[in-house]
């Protein structure tokens, strides 16, 4: 997920690692922790995999980090990818996708929509089958649970509906006429 999230945020602009885990912190609080120990390791092993390049120093002498085009085609695959993961981090890591939305096409967000809304359907319907439990706190969080699920979901269908409206809008557009 760090990596989606660092490769997303350098798409904007070059930043060096402490500014890197500032934005990470300040955009991703809801989705993702950052420390140190996470975030240069991580951009010595992008630099080796020439993901990211070294593109000057700043004024304290820190390594300014730039995307490259192989960065920019890497991020992409993997903001195409579903791993196999717990339900946490799959919601997590669909909100980091979400919150790069700007950087893919019209047709990938509506892929990433779909496949999300899938999973929640998914969800949802094996969470109806299960007994509610009978411990009030549990019970309580139970139907929390499941009213988030059924937020989130009423929240993927309309943004998946807007997203194909966007999409038909802009092939229905006549061609200019020379």
Not at 71 to 93: C, I, L, T, Y
Not at 152 to 158: A, D, F, K, V
């Amino acid at each position: 997920m760090f990596e989606i999230a660092a490769l997303g945020l350098l798409q904007r602009e070059p930043l060096h690692g402490y500014r890197l885990k500032q934005q990470l912190e300040m955009f991703m609080s809801g989705c993702i922790s950052a420390n140190y120990g996470t975030i240069y390791p991580l951009l010595r092993r992008l630099e080796q995999q020439g993901a990211i390049a070294v593109v000057g120093d700043g004024v304290s002498n820190r390594k300014i980090y730039s995307l490259t085009d192989q960065g920019r085609a890497h991020w992409q695959q993997k903001m195409m990818e579903h791993p196999q993961e717990s339900w946490v981090n799959a919601r997590s890591r669909f909100m980091i996708k979400f919150f790069f939305f700007e950087y893919i096409e019209p047709k990938q967000r509506i892929k990433l929509l779909a496949n999300r809304l899938i999973l929640c359907r998914l969800r949802l319907e094996d969470k109806e089958t299960q007994p509610l439990p009978s411990d009030p706190y549990q019970a309580e969080a139970w139907s929390w649970f499941e009213n988030m699920l059924r937020y989130e979901i009423n929240w993927l269908t309309q943004m998946l509906e807007e997203e194909q409206t966007k999409l038909e809008a802009a092939y229905s557009k006549p061609a200019d006429k020379p």
